[in-house]
């Protein structure tokens, strides 16, 4: 069975802007003329491929069709590129998720290092880690930082090393709530930190020292990794802080440790679906590189 190449992007454009009129605009075509090209490859398959929601997203089995035009189109670029027709490359760009703390600490620079081997660039997706791996599975994506150390069927996997969390507050903040120690009826009282309905790290860390018990503190929710570190060194509450965002203010005494060995390290893994592309290989050498530096290693 034959699948026109020009339907495949049309379905993969619907699928990452996530609406069929931001797919036309990436096109350079009319939503309509999107919605045929859809409408022509679902009856050439004989299934449906997109739930027209808001946003539009791939059915189980547009999943898989939407994996061959990503794969398609990376094979596409490695083979202009090594003809030594790059001014007839169509724009590449690789979708990736990354959790939100690799995004403001150190996968920058795998994106630098990657943009200056290359002409391709990155469409990151910021997501927890541990939901990562997830946007993998679907097709959304053809890598992702991770904390899954088992590899997603399909994909090669690269242990980076772990991320460690320090949990922090503000000098003051710690007078006042932890003066009597870290406990249960301490941590029941104490605002905290999260980032969203997905993060459970203060959870985890605070059940440790209730024994597992029940716990229901005042929460902020607060969706940015830097703006965790200012809402700690402020005082509104206490968090699990990256380290690396959090070392400034520690080693300035404007932020204290809850109490000694108050960290977690959180291993990552770098996982990419395993098409053999001089690009994707890129790209791996350059968050293995970033990585060695900037996360620290088991």
């Known amino acids: 069975m034959n699948i026109d190449h020009g339907n495949l992007r049309a379905l993969a454009a619907v699928v990452r802007e996530g609406s069929f009129e931001r797919a036309a605009a990436v096109l ?60 007839s490359m169509p724009q590449t760009s690789i979708a990736v998720a990354v959790n939100h703390d690799s995004l403001e600490t150190w ?26 791996a997830a946007l993998l599975r679907k097709g959304a994506v053809l890598g992702a930082v991770t904390t899954l150390s088992d590899p997603v069927q399909g994909c090669r996997i690269h242990a980076l090393g ?36 997905k993060d459970a790290m203060q959870a985890r860390f605070a059940k440790k020292v209730m024994g597992g018990a029940d716990w229901h503190p005042p929460v902020w929710w607060l969706p940015s990794s830097r703006a965790f570190v200012q809402a700690t060194l ?16 520690l080693a300035a005494g404007r932020l204290v440790p809850l109490r ?27 968050v293995l590189a970033a990585a060695a530096g900037l996360v620290r290693r088991r």
């Open 107 to 132: 996968f920058m620079h795998a994106a630098e290092l990657f943009s200056g081997k290359t002409s391709a660039t990155l469409d990151l997706q910021s997501e927890d880690q541990d939901h990562t």
């Open 28 to 87: 350079n075509v009319t939503p309509s003329a999107v919605s045929q090209r859809i409408k022509v490859l679902e009856e050439r398959m004989g299934r449906l491929l997109v739930q027209r929601t808001v946003p539009a997203i791939a059915t189980p089995d547009g999943q898989v069709l939407v994996q061959l035009a990503e794969h398609t189109a990376l094979l596409e670029h490695d083979a202009l590129n090594r003809l030594g027709l790059e001014d």
């Open 234 to 249: 402020a005082g509104l509450g206490w968090t699990m802080n990256p380290l690396l965002l959090a070392q400034e203010g």
């Open 162 to 197: 772990s991320m460690r969390y320090v949990a922090t507050c503000s000098p003051d903040f710690h007078q006042r709530y932890f003066s009597k120690g870290v406990n249960a009826r301490s941590l029941a009282e104490a605002p905290v930190l999260v980032f969203n309905r």
């Open 260 to 286: 000694a060995r108050a960290w977690e390290d959180v291993p990552l893994y770098w996982q990419h679906w395993g098409v053999d592309s001089q690009t994707m290989e890129v790209l791996s050498h350059s």
